[in-house]
T-cell receptor
Framework: NAGVTQTPKFRILKIGQSMTLQCTQD?????MYWYRQDPGMGLKLIYY???????DKGEVPNGYNVSRSTTEDFPLRLELAAPSQTSVYFC?????????FGPGTRLTVL | GQQLNQSPQSMFIQEGEDVSMNCTSS?????WLWYKQEPGEGPVLLIA?????ELTSNGRLTAQFGITRKDSFLNISASIPSDVGIYFC??????????FGKGTRLSVIA
């Protein structure tokens, strides 16, 4: 089992560009989450999903969008990248209380 | 929203020393979790606690679910250099997203 896979590992974007951060899991978990972690800080919840077709906002959803068309995939979309979105992004799945994290995507917006 | 107070924020200890960190909340949780994050990696689950008063060990790590259900502590005995990292507590009330503490940054001096 690969667990939780995130791509890309690193990305540099220019202000105003868009991109999709991919998250895939092979554990058949219904619950999936997106967090951002700024340098030296804790985790902030962006969006989460309790199952295919269902998504909900977390603490810091502005500037992001998500979709959940399958159990396996939970992509995070940035439409107009801003420097404030420079961060490390973690995807996680849960069963539902024990969360399992992916390795992260390090995003820099210049 | 719910918040967890995690302390201390950071610790510098000598190799071989024991470590203690804790988390408190103003509200009750049904589950307490402890994660460790190493540089450049996602958080990894160390211990999960499901019952008030529960004391669980994982090697040199021991964690307890407080009787009031509003707190938890994590102890690390005989610390070694590879214990370095950020330790996060997290609480859950059920099917809602985990609430994370801000982390305790542990440094071990050989």
């Amino acid at each position: 089992n690969a667990g939780v896979t995130q791509t890309p590992k690193f990305r540099i974007l220019k202000i105003g560009q868009s991109m999709t951060l991919q998250c895939t899991q092979d554990m058949n978990h219904n619950y999936m989450y997106w967090y951002r972690q700024d340098p030296g800080m804790g985790l902030k919840l962006i969006y989460y999903s309790v199952g295919a077709g269902i998504t909900d906002k977390g603490e810091v959803p502005n500037g992001y969008n998500v979709s959940r068309s399958t159990t396996e995939d939970f992509p995070l979309r940035l439409e107009l990248a801003a420097p404030s979105q420079t961060s490390v992004y973690f995807c996680a799945t849960a069963v539902p209380n024990e969360q399992f994290f992916g390795p992260g995507t390090r995003l820099t917006v210049l | 929203g719910q918040q967890l107070n995690q302390s201390p924020q950071s610790m510098f200890i000598q190799e071989g020393e024991d470590v203690s960190m804790n988390c408190t909340s103003s509200s009750i949780f049904n589950t307490w979790l402890w994660y460790k994050q190493e540089p450049g990696e996602g958080p990894v689950l160390l211990i999960a606690l499901y019952k008030a008063g529960e004391l669980t060990s994982n090697g040199r790590l021991t964690a307890q679910f407080g009787i009031t259900r509003k707190d938890s502590f994590l102890n690390i005995s005989a610390s070694i250099p590879s214990d370095v990292g950020i330790y996060f507590c997290a609480g859950s009330t059920g099917n809602t997203p985990l609430v994370f503490g801000k982390g305790t940054r542990l440094s071990v001096i050989a």
